[in-house]
């Protein structure tokens, strides 16, 4: 097998990546931008995530840098060598999002089958087929027809013919789709197991769940553009955002109100605000921003001093999923890249 060249380049070099599609209609030909200037990079080791609704050109990015279709401008390169080129398509693996394999296969004949198009020996896929069977959790269903194979167990052997070569890289496109939760769970493990060993995976998923549990770092694309990149944390924002939430025990409504209309005089910078809806049984929801520790003291100082009991206090940051709606709203661009 070819090695790759010893480099300081990143894994995954996405320089303002754009592609361009003409689509044809009874209307005419129009141009299509699946990708609008598409920049990331991705190190050795790390689990990055593409997030993005359905059409954002995810697929389209994923295709660039396996080299099934060249971009209409700017460069990509895996490894430091350009995206598909031979040298770089040896150290990947890829598991699209359907993997299609002859239902007359076993998962261990399929597994042949893939070794051997990555010009394995026998002998190399006889002992990388034993460990990926017991990696992936399909020991002992491996000489039975994949005809009897729900789709969770496809998607484990879609994960082990990826690993089958012993890539550098992985590409997964949904690699969780049909999984149940123990499913899920053993996927998860899978791919920290494979970041540990300083594999790179590049993940494309629409679950921000499992993008949020597994992933270093993520970008979200919409539009064939990038919306936002970076570590979940700095996604979610910063402590700015961070809003306090007590549940505190008031006589009643207008007590509650009148104690946020005094704390209002005094203390304006911390927002405090009534949610009469969201208060669980016997009390009073107060929201307040909050910037530092030192407001949430302030807050908790002031209820107190009015007489109040605290039943709870809990500090919200934004999720994954509130950064995810926040960029991308609700977009569904007509003839997007998916």
């Known amino acids: 097998m070819n090695s790759i060249p010893v480099s300081d380049a990143p894994i995954v070099h996405v320089d303002n990546v754009a592609k361009c599609y003409g689509k044809w209609s009874l209307r005419g030909t129009r141009r299509v931008h699946a990708l609008k200037g598409i920049s990331l ?8 995530g593409l997030l993005g609704p359905n059409g954002a050109g995810k697929t389209t990015l994923i295709k660039v840098l396996l080299g ?8 990509a390169a895996l490894f430091g060598q350009p995206a598909g ?22 998962a261990r004949s399929a597994l042949r089958f893939y070794g051997r198009l990555s010009n394995m020996s026998r002998q190399e896929i006889e002992k990388r087929s034993d460990e990926l069977l017991e990696l992936v959790g399909l020991r002992g269903r491996d000489r039975e027809p994949l005809k009897r194979f729900s789709k969770g167990m496809n998607q484990r052997l ?14 997964l496109d949904e690699p969780t789709d049909g999984l149940d ?28 769940q499992e993008v949020e549990v597994v992933c270093t770092r993520v970008a979200i694309l919409a539009n064939g553009e990038i919306r936002g990149s970076g570590t979940i944390a700095d996604l979610a924002g910063n402590e700015d955002n961070d809003a306090v939430l007590l549940d505190v025990c008031f006589n009643d409504e207008a007590a509650a109100k009148q104690f946020i209309e005094e704390s209002s005089v005094g203390h304006p910078a911390l927002c405090l605000s009534f949610d009469p809806k969201g208060s ?8 307040g921003k909050v910037e530092d520790q030192h407001s949430v003291d302030q807050i908790v100082d002031l209820v107190r001093a009015s ?12 999720s994954l999923e509130d950064t995810f709606m926040k960029l991308v709203g609700i977009e569904t661009e007509e003839g997007s890249g998916s």
């Open 280 to 287: 669980p049984r016997g009390t009073h929801r107060l929201f």
């Open 158 to 171: 879609g994960l082990a013919q990826a690993l089958i070569h012993d890539p550098d890289l992985l590409v």
């Open 68 to 75: 099934v279709v060249s971009p209409t401008s700017g460069k």
């Open 181 to 208: 939760p123990v499913g899920r769970s053993e996927v998860r493990k899978v791919i920290e197991r494979l970041s540990a060993a300083g594999k790179t995976i590049f993940l494309n998923s629409h679950i921000l």
């Open 85 to 106: 080129t031979k040298l770089a398509r040896s150290r990947i693996g890829y598991l699209p999002e359907t993997l299609r394999v002859d239902r007359h296969h076993s």
């Open 307 to 318: 007489g109040v009991s605290i039943k709870s206090l809990d500090i919200k940051r934004p």
């Open 41 to 48: 990079e991705a190190a050795a080791g790390e689990v990055f």
